[in-house]
């Protein structure tokens, strides 16, 4: 679809800034409408900013040089080097300052100097830019909601398992204990909810503007909020696997509490799993029964506090987040 607008785009511009400047090939249309297809609609019109501005810098330039120094060859090396001067002086981002090298290399190539010139092609970029955003708004706007959604039922999944496997090593049900392994994952999980994070700005950035916003405005809202609580869950399971690989003293799992916090983990990666799910709305938490921990023994007391608190603090998130979501 991205690849048809694209053409769409280009071929518009191309005719309509023919009909506005017959004399001239559409060149500065054609590119600005290619170029302003984006992912979204507020990326399109960002980047239209940028190449409007581009365009009239570059033209600036090139029509200085041609003005002082003539038909000179080695104008293209002198405006290439002062538009990067200029960029980098107006504290522009790499593309802009691109736009404005491209731009007066264009104009030194087609040979326009006139100050007519410079204003038409100006004229023709925003024209060109005008309906690539056109286009890619009215045809099918891009919407990234569904790639976050997913992104974020892929982590809620994944959390679960990190939860599932922490209580296989503590009460002994693994085949062989890997608490290293263990720990990678769920160290994993803060990278996947980082990235998570960012498919769902660009998710929100993608109904900015978008003719299609209301539609999915609900459900983008719904991952926002489940984003923002699982990410307390996804620090505490880490920081519970980092506990025991560094705790994990002689006799820790012999500790009589030991079992019921594996259990418990088990009761809250099923609250996790069902977070969301309209099936479950009307089912209680898993994570609810009280707990009673025996005194243990000295060497172990700080990590099983340490442990359950962390359940405690998930077992507030997943609540929050059944309430919210």
Not at 115 to 132: D, H, L, M, Q, W
Request: charged fraction near 20%; proline fraction near 5%.
């Amino acid at each position: 679809m991205q690849v048809a607008k694209t053409a769409a785009a280009t071929l518009l511009a191309w005719f309509a800034c023919s009909l506005v400047f017959p004399e001239q090939l559409p060149v500065f249309g054609a590119i600005a409408a290619l170029l302003c297809v984006q992912p979204s609609v507020t990326q399109s019109l960002g980047r239209a900013v940028e190449r409007v501005i581009g365009v009239i810098a570059g033209v600036a330039v090139a029509s200085a040089a041609s003005f002082v120094f003539g038909g000179a060859s080695w104008l293209f090396i002198l405006a290439i080097i002062a538009a990067a001067f200029i960029g980098w002086l107006a504290k522009m981002t790499t593309p802009s300052s691109n736009q404005i090298a491209i731009t007066a290399m264009l104009v030194l190539a087609l040979g326009g100097s006139t100050p007519e010139y410079a204003i038409e092609r100006i004229v023709e970029t925003a024209i060109g830019a005008a309906i690539g955003i056109l286009v890619n708004a009215v045809i099918a706007a891009p919407v990234l909601v569904t790639p976050a959604h997913e992104a974020l039922l892929d982590l809620r999944e994944r959390t679960a398992e990190a939860m599932d496997r922490l209580a296989q090593e503590l009460d002994g049900a693994a085949a062989s204990s890997d608490l290293r392994g263990a720990l990678v994952e769920a160290r994993a999980l803060r990278e996947q909810l980082q990235e998570v994070v960012e498919r769902l700005t660009a998710s929100s950035e993608s109904l900015a503007l978008n003719p299609r916003r209301s539609r999915w405005k609900e459900a983008a809202e719904r991952d926002q909020a489940m984003a923002r609580l699982l990410n307390p869950i996804v620090q505490q399971v880490a920081g519970m696997t980092r506990a025991v690989h560094d705790h994990a003293a002689p006799g820790l799992l012999e500790e009589p509490a030991v079992a019921g916090i594996a259990e418990e983990l088990r009761r809250a990666a099923h609250d996790l799993r069902t977070l969301g799910e309209p099936s479950a709305e009307s089912e209680p938490p898993a994570l609810t029964r009280p707990f009673t921990v025996v005194q243990p023994h000295p060497l172990h007391w700080i990590v099983l506090g340490s442990l359950l608190e962390d359940l405690r603090r998930i077992r507030e998130a997943i609540v929050e987040a059944r309430e919210a979501v």
